[in-house]
């Protein structure tokens, strides 16, 4: 399967407690995007990386939160002190260029903070 | 702000009817994109619609662009029970911003 990879499909913690999500995107795609999505909305942009860069940042995006792309293949996004507003699917997309900017969606992390 | 705007938020439609749902942006938009999500899955791209006036077709489903590029439309006909799913616009980057941003999507369900 060459899609989008996102590991665990599902984390169950407990407030206060860090969590950290990784996100494999289409090998050939240098962009890769992170969404939160809670239930009856849309996916909410987080943060966006083009290579390793991290290029843009949600305003809404707290401090707790922090994303990277090392070596401009995979990604990781870490919760620190998770709060029960966090509970949500985090989502992770790829896109191979800015010339073709429809996005390519991973399953999703569910994650639920008790 | 930055929203795009959809409606209805629902819609319930008996298997055989048509089925349309709405996205308006304020402003200009660059372009549009269209995703579906099933119950339980995630978003997969549709269309990207870039010119104004704009009309695309897949199959049953049919994707306009207003001439204005404020709004766009999608419209599926005879609905079948695999059309169950939400559907989502977004609208592209603007303003030096990469991101798409969604709108709340339209809840579709068919009765067969």
């Known amino acids: 399967d060459t899609g989008v990879s996102q590991d665990p499909r599902h984390k169950i913690t407990k407030r206060g407690q860090n969590v950290t999500f990784r996100c494999d995107p289409i090998?050939?795609?240098?962009?890769l995007y992170w969404y939160r999505q809670t239930l009856g909305q849309g996916p909410e942009f987080l943060t966006y990386?083009?290579?390793?860069?991290?290029?843009?940042k949600s305003r809404l995006l707290s401090d707790r939160f922090s994303a990277e792309r090392p070596k401009g293949s995979f990604s990781t996004l870490e919760i620190q002190r998770t709060e029960q507003g966090d509970s949500a699917m985090y989502l992770c997309?790829?896109?191979?260029?800015?010339?073709?900017?429809?996005?390519?969606f991973g399953s999703g992390t569910q994650l639920s903070v008790l | 702000g930055q929203q795009v705007m959809q409606i209805p938020q629902y819609q319930h439609v008996q298997e055989g009817e048509d089925f349309t749902t709405y996205c308006n942006s304020s402003?200009?938009?660059?372009?549009i994109q269209w995703y579906k999500q099933r119950p339980g899955g995630h978003p997969v791209f549709l269309i990207q619609?870039?010119?104004?006036?704009e009309v695309k077709k897949q199959k049953r489903l049919t994707f306009q662009f207003g001439e204005a590029k404020k709004n766009s439309s999608l419209h599926i006909t005879a609905t079948q029970t695999t059309d169950v799913g939400t559907y989502f616009c977004a609208k592209g980057g603007q303003g030096g911003s990469e991101k798409l941003v969604f709108g709340k999507g339209t809840k579709l369900t068919v009765n067969p």
């Open positions: 997309a790829s896109s191979p260029s800015r010339s073709d900017e429809k996005l390519f």
């Open positions: 619609l870039v010119k104004s006036g």
């Open positions: 990386f083009q290579n390793e860069a991290q290029l843009e």
């Open positions: 402003t200009t938009l660059s372009n």
């Open positions: 090998s050939e795609h240098n962009r």
